[in-house]
């Protein structure tokens, strides 16, 4: 039996990134507050569109295909996904997003395609009723 997943397109096109983080100034981290708002904002309305129930344990992968091929790394993306992962809690996908609730990812950074905008995608896929340490892969 293979895990149920879906799929939710992002209105992003760059991600939040943990090497952008604001200057000192009372109105960067405000400005930064926002933004981030935002994202979670964002991925509770997607998770309540497409009727993701409440799971009892879950994943969520950040997919991101940037608008050039220069170098990235994937560590930096974590920025974006902690509060997509917020705001899936928020819908109530899961009741935490601790680790008895929610198993952590590594984001993916695709290869540019010409000519496209950047683009990203988060993939939510249900791991049932899995515990932390039962080896879960996933494909």
């Known amino acids: 039996m293979s895990a149920r997943e879906w799929t939710l397109p992002l209105a992003f096109t760059r991600p939040l990134n943990l090497n952008d983080s604001p200057s000192i100034s009372l109105g960067a981290m405000h400005?930064?507050?926002k933004e981030v708002k935002a994202w979670r904002e964002h991925a509770q309305g997607l998770a309540l569109r497409a009727g993701i129930p409440r799971l009892d344990r879950f994943t969520a992968v950040l997919h991101y295909q940037p608008r050039?091929?220069?170098?990235?790394?994937?560590?930096?993306?974590?920025g974006a996904l902690k509060p997509l992962v917020d705001g899936l809690v928020d819908a109530h996908v899961c009741i935490d997003d601790d680790t008895k609730h929610y198993s952590g990812t590594e984001p993916i950074i695709h290869d540019a395609k010409k000519g496209e905008p950047g683009r990203l995608w988060l993939v939510v896929i249900d791991l049932g009723t899995s515990t932390p340490h039962e080896g879960i892969t996933l494909t």
């Open 31 to 33: 400005a930064r507050r």
């Open 68 to 78: 050039d091929n220069r170098r990235r790394d994937t560590q930096n993306l974590h």
